[in-house]
């Protein structure tokens, strides 16, 4: 009898976020969802109000489900587009719990990948390089990229977990504040950091 070997990968779930194209607050919260989760860079933010792009990244990253950002209807509406791409969580928000028990993600976040690190040889290789938080100013013109290129986290008082504190928890953590009217460093992407 005839053997079939099955190669089974697992990976942490994709998210497509939804959101209008002028909407700036709804990119930076999908920003900043994006990092709070484990494979989180390769979660495509997708414009509603272009759909045949939308449809090209849904292709080209596999993405397992979408997840609306915004209160326009072309927003909460595009998921129905995609049918086949069903949303496997119980709970109308990523972050579940409440005032009787602590706040969790339903996602494989970043907790979880620090968990994993916490005894392995490269986070004292991470610890000897120096882990850094960047800060800059809600107004600077750059604000945006920082969000994406520095990364940062959602606020603990918005999703109920304080990310920064399990970051500081594992890793020596190093704050640079990016002052608007001077340069940015040079060998800014050289040093781990949120992103």
């Known amino acids: 009898m005839d053997t079939i070997r099955v190669d089974i990968c697992y990976r942490p779930l994709r998210i497509g976020w939804i959101i209008h194209s002028g909407d700036y607050e709804a ?19 997708l414009m509603a109000d272009r759909e045949d792009e ?8 596999r993405i397992d489900m979408l997840w609306p950002i915004g209160e326009s209807n072309e927003v909460k509406e595009f998921p129905k ?16 719990g409440g005032n009787i028990e602590q706040k969790r993600n339903q996602v494989l976040d970043v907790q979880n990948a620090l968990e994993y690190l916490r005894d392995k040889p490269a986070r004292k290789a991470i610890n000897d390089k120096g882990f ?23 606020e603990t008082a918005v999703i109920g977990i304080d990310y920064r504190e399990i970051l500081s928890q594992v890793f020596e953590i190093k704050e640079i504040s990016i002052d608007p009217s001077s340069q940015i460093p040079a060998d800014i992407q050289d040093y781990p950091r949120v992103c």
Do not use: C, M
């Not at 990119?27 to 933010?45: C, D, E, M, Q, Y």
């Not at 800059?136 to 604000?143: G, N, T």
């Open 132 to 154: 850094r938080i960047y800060n800059w100013q809600v107004d600077d013109p750059l604000a945006d990229i920082f969000h994406i290129q520095l990364g940062i986290y959602p």
């Open 54 to 61: 939308a449809k090209l990244l849904i292709e080209l990253f």
């Open 27 to 45: 990119f930076r919260k999908a920003v900043r969802l994006s990092h709070t989760l484990w494979g989180g860079s390769f979660n495509p933010i």
């Open 81 to 96: 587009k995609f049918p086949h791409l069903i949303n496997p969580l119980f709970h109308d928000s990523i972050f579940i």
